[in-house]
Structure formats: structure tokens, C-alpha cells
């Protein structure tokens, strides 16, 4: 610790961010996500903001080579970089130990530096959470959770039943982790309702203007694309292009899309074209599986600029996913596609489901069907009308719905609305506790 930070005067209102596995600002060609650009709203609104990371990039796999651990962005922006063992896999042991060393390191320099008006940390990872957590009750601090992810409920439908036994200690010592961050919030945000109604759930209370869900969400790009569709039909020359945004993880499907590639190509079509990106544990997979199909292109992993590109090319978003966060999900990709108009094709149930019916934006597939997907692909690669009018939709939508300074103008109000807020209730009582010690009721989520 320096004494320069040490001596940070932190204007007011300031906040603290608890993020751990997002690009930072100091990476090279940073494509910001969620925490990133909430820094900057907050600090365009007159907060200071200190951003607690980890110096692990959760992408990469690679530690950052950033010497300090305090980094001043710009007046008012201040990353500290928590230091941790890292890891090679999303769900692993290694994982936890790493998050464990990053709370551990919070905890030991939280208390070196001016405390701030409010904590907003994001849920994963579990341990900085109540880290933080427990920092903001010891100083009475008002403290929000941003729920990102269900852990550790979605743990089961990564194993084998009989690996499900064998993790069951680990899911129960988390489901007691998470109620005890819940029920000490003064709020909850998530990014889609059904997360949202889960971690009010484990809160035991019911839900409160305090708890809101504000979308992803994604900016408009410089250059708005024009949709230029073929008149009559696609061609080799001008094909359909499906894009595939991807971090590679076991969360995504994109054996489905490779499926239906071969069959596509079996059966002569060569108007539709694939392009995957990113560079996650399960590309090397996907590579091998599509060994001979020249209708697929990995483009590893590429900056912000080129994707842009990339997205003002292609016509269809695929969103195809499977295992537990399914049932929870409202990622970032639907307001990546619909920022440049795609149409969406979907295996996701719940809420994307829902947007994409009502709006007429696409279509939806069981999970894990490439037979279906093949299907929908032949029908828009015959009716460029309907991809247009789909796209001409996306762009409704986007504006409405899924544009980024509008989602994150109202979060900073939120926030704001929240610095002076206290615990709801000093000894919560649990109307409808999840957690329990039935491993018959674990078995069945």
C-alpha cells in the first residue's frame, strides 16, 4: 500500500465497486462490461469511484503484468488490484481458492483508506461479496448486491449425479454465504427477473422498491449500420452470416451451431456462413468438432473494433446456451446483436424467450435441436423479407429497451437514491429460506 493511497481524499458521494472478473481499464484494448461502464456514468455524475479487481484476467487466464496495486484512473477513479493464485477453469477448485485469497486481500487493505458512502458489489464471486459485506455492517455502510450469476445453484447441472453428492458440502456452504449477503443488502439488482426473484428468495423478505433489474444493456455504435437485405435471396457471394459471440465457456453450446453446419453442407447449402469468436475452454473443442466444414470461421479472440465490424456484417445473433444459468440468463449478447439490428435465434426459455416472441425479433429453439436450428436458418436464408422485417424490428427494440445510457443513467439515480439507506431489517427473519440440509431437496434444482 502506498502513501498515496492511503491519502486519498475521496469526494462525496463516493462508492465502491467489488468486481473481480471484468476487463479493466488498464488492459490493452479493454472492451468494458457491465462494472466498467457504471464507473464511468458514476463518475460523469460527480462520484468517486475506487473499482476493487483482481490482477487475474478472468478472460486471459493470465495475471496482469500491472506492477501496483493501486492504480489512479483520473481524478475521482481509483483500481486497486487484489491479488490471487488465479485458475485455468470457471468451475474448479482453483477458482474458489483464487477468490478466497482476493477477499482475504480486500479485507486487509479495505480498512487503510477513507470509507466510502456506499459498496455495491457484484455476486460472483461469492467470498468478495461477503468480504465486503461484512466491511460495510461493521462501518455502517449501505451495502447492494448486483447479482450476476446464481452460484451456487447452478452448480449441479455441471456434474455427473453421483459428482453432485460429492459437491454437496461445498453448494450448502455457499447457500449460506449467499443468504447472509442477501439478507444484509439494503437492495438487490440483477440483470434479469428471474435472478432477481431468486436472490430475494435467499434474502428471506419480500421484494421492495429496493430491488430493481436494469438489462446489460450495450451502447449505439458511431456508426449506425444501414440494413441492406438482398431483394430476392441470398447468395454464395452475398450469404446469410450467423455470428456466434462466444467466451467459450461450458455455459455455451456451440456444438448445436456446428451440428447444423454439417447438415447444412450435407445437404448442398452454401448461402449461410459461421462465424464464432473468442478464445474460452471450450473453442479448442468446437475446432476439432468442426473439422472439414468450410462454412465456419474462428476468429480466436479480437478487439472491440473488430467485432463491431463483425457485428455490422452479420444478420443473425445465435444465443445458444445450456446447463443450469439457462433458466436465470438475460446476458449481454441479446443488446450485442440487437445494437446492429440482428435477428435473433435462441435456445435460452424465460425472459429471452419472451423478447424475442413479443417483439418479433427472431426465432426460438429447444436446446441442443440442431435440427431445428438448421430448419429456421433454411427458412430466412429463402426469405430475405423476413430478415429484414426481423432486423427492422431489432432496431425497435434496442432503442426502446436495451439502449446503454438510458439503462445506466437510471442505475447511477438508483444508487444515489440509496447512499443515506440502512439494513431492512437488523435481524432478518426468513419467510422462505432456500437453503437446507435436505440433500433430496438439493437434488432436485
Known amino acids: 500500500m502506498t502513501e498515496k493511497a ?4 475521496a469526494r462525496s458521494p463516493s462508492i465502491w465497486l467489488l468486481q473481480d472478473g471484468e476487463p479493466l481499464p488498464i488492459d490493452q484494448e479493454p472492451r468494458l462490461l457491465r462494472t466498467g461502464i457504471l464507473a464511468e456514468r458514476l463518475i460523469d455524475t460527480g462520484f468517486s469511484v475506487t473499482w476493487w479487481a483482481s490482477r487475474f484476467n478472468h478472460s486471459l487466464k493470465t495475471h496482469r503484468k500491472h506492477a501496483k496495486t493501486f492504480c489512479e484512473l483520473k481524478n475521482g477513479y481509483q483500481l486497486y488490484l487484489l491479488d490471487g493464485p488465479g485458475y485455468k477453469k470457471n468451475i474448479s477448485l482453483s477458482r474458489i481458492g483464487h477468490h478466497r485469497h482476493c477477499a482475504a486481500n480486500f479485507t486487509r487493505l479495505a480498512g487503510m483508506l477513507p470509507k466510502p458512502n ?3 458489489a457484484s455476486y460472483p464471486s461469492p467470498e468478495l461479496c461477503h468480504a465486503g459485506k461484512t466491511f460495510a455492517k461493521k462501518h455502517s455502510i449501505p451495502f447492494i448486491i448486483d447479482v450476476r450469476d446464481p452460484w451456487p445453484d447452478i452448480f449441479p447441472q455441471y456434474f455427473s449425479l453421483i459428482a453432485r453428492w460429492a459437491t454437496y458440502p461445498l453448494v ?10 442477501a439478507a444484509e443488502a439494503i437492495g438487490i439488482v440483477s440483470v434479469s427477473k428471474a435472478m ?3 436472490a430475494i428468495n435467499y434474502s428471506g423478505r419480500k421484494e421492495s422498491n429496493a430491488d430493481q433489474v436494469f438489462y446489460i444493456g450495450y451502447d449505439i455504435p458511431a456508426v449506425q449500420r444501414k440494413i441492406e437485405i438482398p431483394d430476392r435471396h441470398f447468395t454464395e457471394e ?3 452470416i450467423c455470428l456466434f459471440i462466444s467466451t467459450g465457456g461450458r455455459s455455451y453450446d456451440g456444438t448445436t451451431m456446428i451440428e447444423a453446419a454439417r447438415l447444412l453442407e450435407a445437404r448442398g447449402e452454401r448461402r449461410i456462413r459461421f462465424m464464432i469468436t473468442g478464445d474460452g475452454e471450450m473453442h479448442s473443442t468446437w475446432i476439432k468438432q468442426a473439422s472439414g466444414l468450410k462454412s465456419i470461421t474462428f476468429t480466436g479472440w479480437i478487439s472491440h473494433q ?13 444465443i445458444l446456451m445450456h446447463g443450469g444459468i439457462t433458466r436465470f440468463w438475460l446476458g449481454n449478447k441479446i443488446a450485442e446483436y440487437l445494437s446492429t439490428f440482428l435477428v435473433l435465434i435462441n ?17 426460438v429453439i429447444r436446446p441442443k435441436d440442431p435440427a431445428a436450428l438448421t430448419a429456421i436458418l433454411k427458412g430466412l436464408v429463402n426469405a430475405p423479407h423476413m430478415v429484414k422485417q426481423y432486423m427492422e424490428n431489432s432496431r425497435k427494440v434496442f432503442f426502446e429497451v436495451f439502449e446503454r445510457e438510458k439503462i445506466y443513467e437510471n442505475y447511477v439515480k438508483y444508487l444515489d437514491q440509496h447512499l443515506n439507506g440502512s439494513k431492512i431489517r437488523d435481524t432478518p427473519q426468513y419467510d422462505n429460506p432456500v437453503e437446507t440440509t435436505s440433500c433430496k431437496r438439493w437434488r432436485h434444482i
Open 196 to 198: 432477481l426473484k431468486w
Open 6 to 9: 492511503c491519502n486519498i481524499k
Open 238 to 240: 452475398t450469404p446469410l
Open 306 to 318: 473488430e467485432l463491431q465490424a463483425l457485428l455490422s456484417k452479420a444478420h443473425v445473433g445465435l
Open 347 to 363: 435456445n435460452v426459455p424465460g425472459e429471452p424467450e419472451e423478447i424475442i416472441k413479443n417483439n418479433q425479433i427472431g426465432a
Open 118 to 120: 456506499i459498496i455495491l
Open 172 to 181: 450448502y456452504y455457499y447457500r449460506r454465504m449467499f443468504r447472509s449477503i
